[in-house]
């Protein structure tokens, strides 16, 4: 059983176009994330929703915009897709980000979007 | 950028022996992670060392904590040739936001 999965794990399209991606996990954790991961292999965090409330909104293009539907998905639907864009896209999730614990997260296989 | 860094950014070594990484951060912290990488792979979590812990092992792993120096250490002894990946460290906020060095690619030869 995959832990957190998303799809498509390859997703190519043209400029301007609008694509999503999808994200679930079956782990019964209360927050989710979007990470970006260019070319150089920097990740950087670019949403976060805690039971379906976004908490976490770094500076990114309001072309990009998460949706949850319920805490066990987050997907992420991109307008106007741009060259820039292209990267690979993870999904994580975590435990309860207001536990002192602060686990781990569990991260996604992710999606490679190349935009030509 | 928040972003720290990792240090060496690769490091290619024999089977057997141990492999090294070190990690400094910027700001302060709830905990420090270490996560592994594989080509075209997702990230997996490997070990967690909370701001109150100066040393953590898990099997062939050992984390090292220095706060004073916002520093971190991840040895690897008796390495394999399954150990090639990338090794990222990634500070915890309290937000649960992980904020993630570039990263050290590491080639074990067998």
């Known amino acids: 059983d995959t832990a957190v999965s998303q799809t498509p794990k390859y997703l190519v399209t043209q400029m301007g176009n609008d694509k999503s991606i999808k994200c679930e996990q079956n782990l019964g954790h209360d927050t989710m994330y979007w990470y970006k991961q260019d070319s150089k292999k920097f990740l950087k965090i670019m949403f976060s929703?805690?039971?379906?409330?976004?908490?976490i909104n770094e500076t990114v293009p309001n072309r990009f915009s998460p949706k949850s539907p319920d805490k066990a998905h987050l997907n992420l639907h991109i307008n106007s897709l741009e060259l820039g864009d292209s990267a690979v896209y993870f999904c994580?999730?975590?435990?309860?980000?207001?536990?002192?614990?602060?686990?781990?997260?569990?991260f996604g296989q992710g999606t490679r979007l190349t935009v030509v | 950028s928040q972003q720290g860094e990792e240090d060496p950014q690769a490091l290619s070594i024999q089977e057997g022996e141990n492999a090294t990484m070190n990690c400094s951060y910027k700001t302060s912290i709830n905990n420090l992670q270490w996560y592994r990488q594989n080509s075209g792979r997702g990230l997996v979590h490997l070990i967690l060392i909370r701001s109150n812990e100066r040393e953590k092992h898990s099997g062939r792993l050992r984390v090292t904590l220095d706060t004073s120096k916002k520093s971190s250490s991840l040895l690897i002894t008796a390495s394999r040739a399954a150990d090639t990946a990338s090794y990222f460290c990634?500070?915890?906020?309290?937000?649960?936001?992980?904020?993630f060095g570039q990263g050290t690619t590491l080639q074990v030869k067998p």
């Open positions: 994580a999730s975590s435990q309860d980000r207001t536990s002192k614990l602060n686990t781990e997260a569990f």
């Open positions: 990634a500070e915890c906020k309290v937000t649960g936001k992980l904020i």
């Open positions: 929703y805690n039971n379906k409330e976004l908490i």
